[in-house]
């Protein structure tokens, strides 16, 4: 079983930047397949998806982050990552790693950003 856990949130002005991790535990045949991505959820709303990739390195974003936020994954060490640039106050949310295949769709404990002046 596939688990993932989250790290590198806090609290960043505007305009700031955070990385967030995410760790993959898991062997490499069982987890270099699945998709693994971002997604967060505000106070009072859903939870959407941030962005997403492949093993190959196909990516997708969610339209409000793209040009500012971008993932990257580290397939020898199962390991995926989300570089965010140029924070808005309406980045702020939980973000959750996800880990998804056809048989399993894993999730973590997610890790709270928070963009405030």
């Known amino acids: 079983q596939v688990r993932v856990v989250e790290s590198g949130g806090g609290l960043v002005q505007p305009g700031g930047s955070l990385r967030l991790s995410c760790a993959a535990s898991g062997d490499n045949a069982t987890v270099n397949p699945m998709i693994l991505g971002w997604y967060r959820q505000a106070p009072g709303k859903q939870r959407e998806l941030v962005a997403t990739m492949t093993r190959m390195g196909r990516t997708a974003y969610t339209d409000s982050v793209k040009g500012r936020f971008t993932i990257s994954r580290d397939n020898a060490k199962n390991f995926v990552y989300l570089h965010m640039n140029s924070l808005k106050p309406e980045d702020t949310a939980i973000y959750y790693c996800?880990?998804?295949?056809?048989?399993?769709?894993?999730w973590g404990q997610g890790t709270q950003v928070s963009v405030s002046s």
């Open positions: 996800n880990a998804r295949s056809a048989i399993q769709n894993v």
